[in-house]
Nanobody, 124 residues
Framework: QVQLAESGGGLVRTGQSLRLSCAASGPTFRRDAMAWFRQSPGKEREFVATITQTGGDQYYTDSVKGRFTISRDNAKNMVYLQMNSLRPEDTAVYYC?????????????????WGQGTQVTVSS
């Protein structure tokens, strides 16, 4: 069983930065692919970024490429999402997700474990 807990959300202005953290518990973290998704009111959950088990490969949705960076620290069971140049359209609840495997999964249905989410609000 994997448990995930996100933190680091908040209210920022356009152009500012935030770093989200996801603390993972469970014996399989180092074997799990990890991802960040987000969901705005009235919209479906949207893929943001994913990273492989070792952190060697990452993949991003087009709208965040060059602005967001996903990383992980397997020694600390942590995953991070560094978000720079934030825009109002980045406003959403951000979720951390985990699944076994070594590929770059981008569909929410691919992930078995989810955190409770952290709110990110970007004002214009």
């Amino acid at each position: 069983q994997v448990q995930l807990a996100e933190s680091g959300g908040g209210l920022v202005r356009t152009g500012q930065s935030l770093r989200l953290s996801c603390a993972a518990s469970g014996p399989t973290f180092r074997r799990d692919a990890m991802a960040w998704f987000r969901q705005s009111p009235g919209k479906e959950r949207e893929f943001v970024a994913t990273i492989t088990q070792t952190g060697g490969d990452q993949y991003y949705t087009d709208s965040v490429k060059g602005r967001f960076t996903i990383s992980r620290d397997n020694a600390k069971n942590m995953v991070y999402l560094q978000m720079n140049s934030l825009r109002p359209e980045d406003t959403a609840v951000y979720y951390c997700a985990a699944r076994g495997g070594s590929y770059l999964y981008t569909d929410a249905s691919d992930y078995s474990y989810w955190g409770q989410g952290t709110q990110v609000t970007v004002s214009s």
